[in-house]
């Protein structure tokens, strides 16, 4: 059975620079990422640990409308921005896409082909993965994408930090814990992603602000995600875990994608 980990977050933006500049204020550490020379898309990263935040920016809107691409990251870039940016999608990680893949087919779920990914970075190199996306929702919740990197997670973790992607933050040490849904009926939207993604449910840690039904969450890894009842559909905050009396109870508002500090 293929190990699934909460890989990284896309947030759709218009600027890369400014994005970059929103963390760097706050003592993160962002930089360009490159470009997916294939979608017409360019992206700017944040590291906390192998879970990264992907800024995602149109570079050429021409070759993105155009590129003939089962992508729906790219799609949905190019149906939302400029209007929306806002959280997209989560990616998950696995070590077995092909296996992965199975699975989600007997869950029922559409998913586009296994594709091969490549972006050129600043240094000129390129970075390549393999990955599925899927389609449809659940009660308007799109659902994640899938990833698959070379090596173990050892092996890149080690090399990210080797070549500098990976750096410490001017802030201190900082790790990513959760991500907040906000949906229409937590329970329900528990339990589906538990059965088709095969996450156990846990104790959310604080009940919702906005409603007596509280939270639902589900484990991947040493993080969580986390259902609360609202009527956006989709993911509206990251929860990030800080050392820094700076950035303890502070958020960041980027767009419509809000970073919570604790």
């Known amino acids: 059975m293929s190990i699934l980990q909460w890989d ?9 620079e400014q994005a970059i500049t929103a963390f760097k204020n706050n003592g993160l550490t962002a930089f ?8 017409g ?5 944040s590291y906390f640990g192998l879970n990264y935040i992907e800024f995602l920016a149109i570079e050429d809107r021409e070759l993105a409308e155009s590129s003939d691409t089962a992508n729906l990251v790219v799609k949905d870039a190019v ?7 806002a959280f997209s999608r989560v990616a998950i990680r696995t070590d077995n896409i092909e296996e992965t893949a199975a699975s989600l087919k007997q869950q029922g779920l559409k998913l586009s082909p296994i594709m091969y990914g490549k972006r050129l970075n600043v240094q ?5 993965w393999r990955m599925l996306t899927v389609g449809g929702n659940f009660q308007g919740l799109i659902y994640p994408f899938f990833i698959q990197w070379k090596g173990s997670d050892d ?12 750096t410490p933050h001017p802030a201190g040490e900082i790790t990513v814990q959760q991500a907040i849904f906000s949906v229409s009926d937590p329970a ?4 589906h992603w538990g059965q088709v993604f095969g996450l156990s449910a846990i104790a959310a840690s604080s009940p919702s ?6 939270s639902v969450a589900l484990a991947i890894g040493d993080k969580n995600f986390v259902f609360q009842q609202g009527d956006k559909q989709q993911l509206t905050q990251l929860v990030l875990s800080s050392e820094s009396p700076s950035l303890q109870g502070r958020t960041i508002i980027i767009g419509e994608g809000e970073y919570v500090f604790t």
């Open 8 to 16: 990284h977050t896309v947030h759709y933006v218009n600027d890369l």
């Open 32 to 39: 360009p990422g490159g470009s997916h020379k294939l979608w």
């Open 41 to 45: 898309t360019h992206n700017a990263l």
């Open 79 to 85: 149906n939302l921005l400029p209007e929306v940016e």
């Open 124 to 128: 000129g190199q390129w970075i390549e």
């Open 155 to 166: 092996e890149r973790l080690a090399e990210l930090k080797e070549t500098g992607i990976i």
């Open 188 to 191: 329900a939207t528990a339990a």
């Open 209 to 214: 602000p906005s409603d007596g039904q509280g």
